[in-house]
């Protein structure tokens, strides 16, 4: 049996958090899709820890971590995450797998997601630059170097390759950084991932499920920054979404049974691209400033705005929520006022649909507001104590997108969490 955590948003949900609280409830978590580009926050005995690549499982000691097939994965950053979990006394070689046919983002990978995004100028996507886009470009070109190709003779003939054809791409681009430095650490970081453990995952994971063990797949990224279903072009280039959990994993869409989408009592977005509730004003940066919105993996400002239900809803369907986690309640706790995006007026026309292409459109949201809740939420741990503003907020969402809040996450301990 499989259960899922995903973002329902622009990704930085706190996914992280999420799924190292319902971490001990499983025998297996695995990462399904995305690579560096994550950051996933979680606190160990106080000690904050952001995670780009290894599953937030990880500081279970009784919990596999899995590294699935869906990955790109960058073994300069795996090997600095393994050596900082190391310090908390965890052992990768016991409890930290990876898939075989997970594909290796190389140095020129990097270079390329830079010089791409240098030409693109005005228009970029505000990638993270971690090489994701051309690493699965690679993928799906069918020129990637994988995971279990370092146990075979050819690799570095076949990395030469590789690089011949990136470094014709990058005279293209007209691209003359010195890239010897990162290929150096590149080397330096393959030779410790031999040392980790391969397994080929869709045996691995299909044998937990067989034995009755229970399996959580962590998702990166959010549902509007899906390939398919994103606001393209301004995603990210994985299915972030629970079909990528089957296609990242190798496991039946049957074995699926609890989809638990994050979603923040606000959204937030990092990079460029399409955000209706957007605020640019003071409300915004309040919010900006109390969520300590900057990127967990470049440090960047985060764009704020007020929830947006019509995207929410728009990501339960396509994900098969059956339960959303809300996070960050506690953010809103000084507000006087809060809205929520229902509708979309377009053209003068109001809808309730994520139309084809978000970006060429002018969207003004329809909002319906809310009283604030003027209570400090972070110390409330029981039901009983939440109050009536925050239940008729979250009623109103529940109705609105059809699935269930069955959880709200009031601060960033591990143990901020209410169950509704
Ligand atoms: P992820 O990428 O979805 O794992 O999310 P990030 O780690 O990038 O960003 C979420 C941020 O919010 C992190 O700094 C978390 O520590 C923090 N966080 C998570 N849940 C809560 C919450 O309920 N309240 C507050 N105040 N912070 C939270
Ligand atoms: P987690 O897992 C928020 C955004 C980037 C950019 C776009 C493409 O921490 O939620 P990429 O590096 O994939 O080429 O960037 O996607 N992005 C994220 N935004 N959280 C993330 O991950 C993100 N990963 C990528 O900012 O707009
Ligand atoms: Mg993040």
Redesign the pocket.
Known sequence: MVDVIL?LQW???????IVDYFAPNYDVVARFQGGPN????LYVNDTKVVLHQIPSGIFHQNTINLIGGGVVLDPVTLKKECDKVASFGIDVKKNLFISQRTNLIVPTHRALDKASETAKGLDKIGSTLKGIGPAYMDKTGRNALRVGDLLDKSFITNYIKLRLKHQRLLDNFHFDEDIAAWEEEFFEAIEFLRSLNFVNAEYFINGHISNGKKILAEGAQGSMLDIDFGTFPFVTSSSTITAGVCTGLGVAPQKIKEVMG?SKAYCTRVGSGPFPTELFDETGEELRKL??EFG?TTGRPRRCGWIDLVALKYACMINGVTQIVM?????LDTFEELKVCSAYNINGKEVQEVPFQMSKLTIDPVYKAFPGWKTDTSVISEKENVPDTVNNYVSFINQYVGAPVKYV????GRN?IITL
Do not use: F, I, L, M
């Open positions: 973002g990704g930085d949900e706190g996914k992280g958090k994550a950051g996933h926050t994050v969520g300590s967990a996070t960050k309640a506690d953010v996450s009031n601060g960033p901020q």
